[in-house]
Every structure is written in structure tokens, then in C-alpha cells.
């Protein structure tokens, strides 16, 4: 060495997996997805996306990599806190009634919610994002200035939409094309800004190098089972098993690793 500078436990896989589409909600679906289920208030969701804003904003953040839960605990894998993951950018913001704003916009990584074995690059915002979240906590990694410098460039450009794969799997493996889940987007990006390329296979070959993927422990009879039968988990991109997939925590260690000034937070509700 993205040099100074969906994500599921045994149980909560094995649910994915025999439980079809409805068990992926809060993984990297829309947080407004019909049938959501709401956990809290609107005053709940909206003070906390206050107060996670008002977070980011105090460390200087022009832009961050932000997280949230949208399952319990107990239902995620060891290692596996967070179940989505996007940037947060700092912008001018136009309401409804052409008022401008200053505040942050969210670029994500969604997966439909007619065909969740596809994603799609969408914008919103952090009363949105939250909305379907099953607790009221966010991960936030704040980069060094230098690399946020870096990733508002390629978000700006054509690199960002160039580095989405639609293909999508909750599983998807880092290393490898072919499909690709929210945090595997996040890391695309990211290195897209350290090394400043959007050449794929040279992003691809530092990953491998120097980013440490988390495994995905799960009976290989239920993965088989399951990808037969649930369209958003695929095997196809994982040359070898345990799968592995990207997490937040393993992007916040990456990132504390290399690049000098990075900073990974935790956000609760008062």
C-alpha cells in the first residue's frame, strides 16, 4: 500500500439465505424500502441524524464513510457490526421549497427492491438513511484532509459511476470482479482516491495486497442451498471458500493503518 495515507453472521447469513429477499432488508436496501419495518419515532430518526451531522461537522468532515445497523446485534457475525455503508459529503443542499442548505448528502450503494441481485448508485439523506435502522448507532471513519481531498474528486467524476458493478451480492469478495455489495464499493472508491486511477485491476491488486478482507463463516451446504435460492447471494465471485467480504470495521482499520489521520467513531443516541 484504499502508502501513508452486507456483512452477515452464521444466523443472520443462514436467514438471508432460506428467508429470501425480506431478510436482506437493512443490509444495503433503500431505508425508505416499502415494508420496512420503523424501530423508532420520526423525532427519534431525526434527532439522531442531527446529532450524527453535528458529529461529523465538528471533526472537520468534508466527507466520511458512515454506517449503520440495520439489524440487532445479535443477529451479526463476529466481526460484523455495521450493515451498510456509504459516504457522506458536505454540500449546498436544496430543499423542497428552493431554500438553499448547507449539510450532508449520502451516496450510496441500493439494492432494488424488485431485484435485489441489483444495486444502483442513489443519493439521500441522514433522515433517510436511518430511517429502517433496527438501533439508534452509527460508524463514522473521518480521512485524513489529504484523502478527502481525494475522494470528493473521484466522486465528482465519472470514476465514481464507472467503479459501481450492478451485479450485486451480500457477500461479495474484495478482491475479485464480478459482484460487489456496498462495502466493496466504499473500498473501490476510496482506493480509487488514494492510488488517484480508475484502472480497476490496479485498484484490485492493492486491495489484495494490503487490505485484510473479513471472513464469512457459514455451513458451505447452507451457501450452496442458499444461492440457489436467494437471488442477492451469490458464490460466483469467491474463488475459494469461506467467503470473504468487506465490513466497515475492516475499512476503518485499513484506513487507520495507511492513512495517516484517519479517525473511526462511534455515534449512540442520548
Do not use: W
Not at 439508534?136 to 467524476?157: F, Y
Amino acid at each position: 500500500m484504499k502508502n501513508a495515507f452486507r456483512c452477515v453472521p452464521a444466523l443472520a447469513l443462514s436467514a438471508a439465505l432460506f428467508a429470501g429477499t425480506a431478510a436482506a432488508a437493512g443490509f444495503s436496501s433503500s431505508s425508505t424500502q416499502a415494508g420496512e419495518v420503523a424501530h423508532f419515532s420520526a423525532d427519534q430518526i431525526v434527532g439522531f441524524a442531527k446529532k450524527v451531522e453535528h458529529t461529523m461537522a465538528a471533526k472537520g468532515a468534508r466527507v466520511a464513510i458512515l454506517a449503520r445497523m440495520g439489524r440487532p446485534p445479535s443477529e451479526l457475525p463476529e466481526g460484523m457490526h455495521f450493515t451498510h455503508v456509504a459516504f457522506a459529503v458536505y454540500s449546498e443542499i436544496t430543499t423542497t421549497d428552493g431554500r438553499k442548505l448547507n449539510g450532508y448528502s449520502i451516496y450510496n450503494l441500493y439494492q432494488r427492491d424488485d431485484r435485489p441481485e441489483v444495486s444502483d448508485l442513489v443519493q439521500d439523506f441522514p433522515v433517510d438513511f436511518f430511517a429502517g435502522v433496527a438501533r439508534l448507532e452509527a460508524g463514522i471513519i473521518v480521512p485524513s484532509a489529504e484523502l478527502q481531498r481525494r475522494l470528493l474528486d473521484v466522486i465528482g467524476s465519472p470514476t465514481y459511476a464507472a467503479l459501481h458493478q450492478p451485479d450485486y451480492s451480500v457477500i461479495a469478495n474484495p478482491f475479485t470482479l464480478g459482484r460487489q455489495n456496498c462495502t466493496e464499493f466504499v473500498l473501490d472508491v476510496v482506493n480509487a482516491a488514494i492510488y488517484q486511477t480508475g484502472d480497476i485491476k490496479v485498484i484490485k491488486a492493492n486491495e489484495k495486497a494490503f487490505f485484510t478482507a473479513q471472513p464469512v463463516n457459514v455451513n458451505p451446504l447452507k451457501l450452496i442451498f442458499g444461492s440457489m435460492f436467494s437471488a442477492e447471494v451469490s458464490t460466483s465471485d469467491q474463488p475459494e471458500l469461506p467467503p470473504v467480504t468487506a465490513t466497515f470495521e475492516k475499512i476503518g482499520e485499513y484506513l487507520q493503518k495507511y492513512d495517516n489521520g484517519a479517525l473511526v467513531l462511534t455515534v449512540l443516541a442520548d
